[in-house]
């Protein structure tokens, strides 16, 4: 059994419960536990975000009886995963629908394999439980860290578009989330716009409370992507890698009580944040129809809209549909 690692240096090392709590920017690269690399066996180098589909075949027994090797990197966030794909360091990994198309913008050669729906309330714009901001509205003249191109900027614009206001009303400061989480606890911006599990992180914690959700605003939509040159070398390793988290999530709300303890314990959250976080995502592999489609050709066109991305992006492109989801 080979248990060595090596790291991979995102900007300081840490833990995988220290980059998790803080947020620090860390990718780990690690040899599977009862997974030997032997000469001329397959290696996905598969990318992940804060430990979430590790934990997730780890604690449904997903990992056993592999024909190839996992080399696990780990990211506190989709903008460095999406980076590591367009750098080729990673083969595949789960990234949210707008992230995707800042990162398809930018030229990256991935297409999404997989899609998955969940409710969107978790993805939302946090405040200081004592703040005295009540509405999408009250952002006006405000200042909301998030990172820049994630599912927190896009649930941003979305939330004060429909309010109303302008993009240019708000001031947006584009922090990592362990720096966003400083920023709002200390005071120097009045709100973080994140995702799960930092938002049940930050409401289990009393750090902050949801000021407004991303349920009605967002399709609830993510991905597995993979890299063109990885479609093209190892389609049977991400075919069977795809089957298995989809299995996996099968099994999981089959045994809620089982797998929150396990994800609590594997990436270092408190065990009452990560059952909330599970609970009330409820996601759900589903095929890429023409509604994914379309719902992600509306997340592209709103980007365009609001000036992130510059020129039109037609999405029907950017999925692999060949794949197929069977749970």
Request: charged share 20%; glycine share 8%.
């Amino acid at each position: 059994m080979n248990r060595n690692t090596s790291r991979i240096r995102m900007s300081h090392n840490s833990s995988r419960r220290q980059f998790l709590v803080q947020g620090s920017a860390v990718a780990a690269a690690v040899t599977l536990p009862g997974v030997a690399f032997a000469q001329g066996r397959p290696v996905l180098k598969a990318g992940d975000q804060k430990g979430g589909l590790r934990a997730l075949l780890e604690a449904a027994g997903g990992l056993e009886g592999l024909s190839y090797d996992i080399q696990w990197s780990e990211f506190p966030a989709a903008a460095p995963l999406a980076e590591a794909l367009n750098a080729a360091a990673v083969d595949s990994g789960p990234i949210g629908d707008a992230p995707l198309i800042f990162a398809l913008a930018a030229g990256t050669r991935v297409k999404a394999i997989g899609a998955n729906r969940s409710d969107s309330y978790g993805t939302a714009v946090l405040v200081r439980p004592d703040s005295p901001l009540k509405t999408a509205a009250d952002l006006k003249g405000k200042s909301v860290a998030t990172n820049r191109g994630s599912i927190g900027h896009y649930v941003t614009l979305k939330a004060i578009t429909s309010a109303g206001l302008r993009p240019e009303d708000v001031n947006l400061r584009f922090l990592a989330p362990a720096d966003a989480k400083l920023a709002l606890t200390q005071g120097s911006v009045d709100a973080w716009a994140t995702w799960e599990p930092y938002t049940a992180l930050a409401e289990v914690s009393k750090h902050a409370r949801v000021l407004v959700s991303g349920r009605g605003l967002l399709p609830g939509l993510s991905y597995l992507a993979a890299t063109d040159s990885a479609i093209a070398a190892k389609r049977p390793v991400l075919q069977d890698f795809l089957q298995r988290v989809v299995k996996a999530q099968l099994w999981s709300y089959r045994n809620v009580d089982a797998y929150s303890a396990a994800l609590a314990r594997i990436i270092g959250i408190p065990p009452e944040a990560a059952k909330l976080q599970f609970e009330r995502r409820q996601q759900k592999w589903v095929a890429i129809d023409a509604q994914v489609i379309a719902d992600q050709q509306g997340t592209a066109d709103f980007y365009r809209q609001v000036g992130l991305i510059r020129q039109p992006l037609d999405v029907k492109g950017t999925f692999d549909t060949g794949f197929g989801v069977a749970g």
